[in-house]
T-cell receptor, first 114, second 115 residues
Framework: EAGVAQSPRYKIIEKRQSVAFWCNPISGHATLYWYQQILGQGPKLLIQFQNNGVVDDSQLPKDRFSAERLKGVDSTLKIQPAKLEDSAVYLC????????????FGSGTQLSVL | QQQVKQSPQSLIVQKGGISIINCAYENTAFDYFPWYQQFPGKGPALLIAIRPDVSEKKEGRFTISFNKSAKQFSLHIMDSQPGDSATYFCAAPLTRGSTLGRLYFGRGTQLTVWP
């Protein structure tokens, strides 16, 4: 079974530029999550989708971050404009979406903002 | 917001030794406490989890010990191997339920096992 796919693996941009990350979840997984993992810290949830609807985006900095999951499959996370403090690994995860189901993470996109 | 305090920040153990990582939480009546393992360049993966109706859960060389009265749970890795070298995260739910989106993660423990 293929895992959660993310691209790109690495991205280097200058502050105030924009950047987008892409995620393709495990086939059949209704729930998709985006996490931010700053060096030396645990993952922090940014947004959770159930199919193509947002379940929780309370920790998403909406002035600069946006995410969409059109058609309820793959998803894109965008940052515009980027700040230095956005340097982190952005992880996507997916789960079946019902009960106490286990989530599976992708390998992430490492973003460096210079 | 739920707080989860993990210690130590880093741990060095010799091959064959026991690795112990601790996690403390506050003010929760909820019922799911997982540990995640993360290798460099990879996302975290669920390693083992416990519900507080039991005080211990063992899966191979990995054991969770849970102390509900002290609001603490710990991960024990017996016969530690170099392949166990990774970062380990404890987690606890922000709200009832165990789905990934409700979990608050600790800051992680970087384990190095020397051959």
């Amino acid at each position: 079974e293929a895992g959660v796919a993310q691209s790109p693996r690495y991205k280097i941009i200058e502050k105030r530029q924009s950047v987008a990350f892409w995620c393709n979840p495990i086939s059949g997984h209704a729930t998709l999550y985006w996490y931010q993992q700053i060096l030396g810290q645990g993952p922090k949830l940014l947004i959770q989708f159930q199919n193509n609807g947002v379940v929780d985006d309370s920790q998403l900095p909406k002035d600069r971050f946006s995410a969409e999951r059109l058609k309820g499959v793959d998803s894109t996370l965008k940052i515009q404009p980027a700040k230095l403090e956005d340097s982190a690994v952005y992880l996507c995860a997916s789960s079946l979406g019902f009960g106490d189901d286990e989530g599976f993470f992708g390998s992430g996109t490492q973003l460096s903002v210079l | 917001q739920q707080q989860v305090k993990q210690s130590p920040q880093s741990l060095i153990v010799q091959k064959g030794g026991i690795s112990i990582i601790n996690c403390a939480y506050e003010n929760t009546a909820f019922d799911y406490f997982p540990w995640y393992q993360q290798f460099p360049g990879k996302g975290p993966a669920l390693l083992i989890a416990i519900r507080p109706d039991v005080s211990e859960k063992k899966e191979g060389r990995f054991t969770i010990s849970f102390n509900k009265s002290a609001k603490q749970f710990s991960l024990h890795i017996m016969d530690s191997q170099p392949g166990d070298s990774a970062t380990y995260f404890c987690a606890a739910p922000l709200t009832r339920g165990s789905t990934l989106g409700r979990l608050y993660f600790g800051r992680g423990t970087q384990l190095t096992v020397w051959p």
